[in-house]
Nanobody, 119 residues
Framework: QVRMMESGGGLVQAGGSLRLSCAAS????????MGWYRQAPGQQRELVAT???????NYATSVKGRFTISRDRAENTVYLQMNSLAPEDTAIYYC?????????????WGQGTQVTVSS
């Protein structure tokens, strides 16, 4: 099993930056893709960014050019650097990891971290 622990959320003014971190523990050798989703009040959870085992990245259109996802294999940690933040980026951010177990791909989630951007 894989467990995820997030950190780095908080309150920031529009135009500011935050860096989220998410450390994986457990059966980390089985992890392939990692990434981030977010969920704003009253809205569905949406994909923000992903990074694969081959270090390919993918971003939601709304964050391209502002957010950067990266992965430190030595620390088993995925990061989300968020620049030029806007009030519409306010949400709970959840990291996830896909890993292989019991003959299938499983997904585990972090506990979520609040990001609030004031105008």
């Amino acid at each position: 099993q894989v467990r995820m622990m997030e950190s780095g959320g908080g309150l920031v003014q529009a135009g500011g930056s935050l860096r989220l971190s998410c450390a994986a523990s457990g059966s980390i050798f089985s992890i392939n893709a990692m990434g981030w989703y977010r969920q704003a009040p009253g809205q569905q959870r949406e994909l923000v960014a992903t990074v694969t085992s081959g270090d390919s990245t993918n971003y939601a259109t709304s964050v391209k050019g502002r957010f950067t996802i990266s992965r430190d294999r030595a620390e088993n940690t995925v990061y989300l650097q968020m620049n030029s933040l806007a009030p519409e980026d306010t949400a709970i951010y959840y990291c996830y990891a896909n890993y292989y177990q019991y003959g299938a791909t499983q997904r585990t989630w972090g506990q979520g971290t609040q990001v609030t951007v004031s105008s």
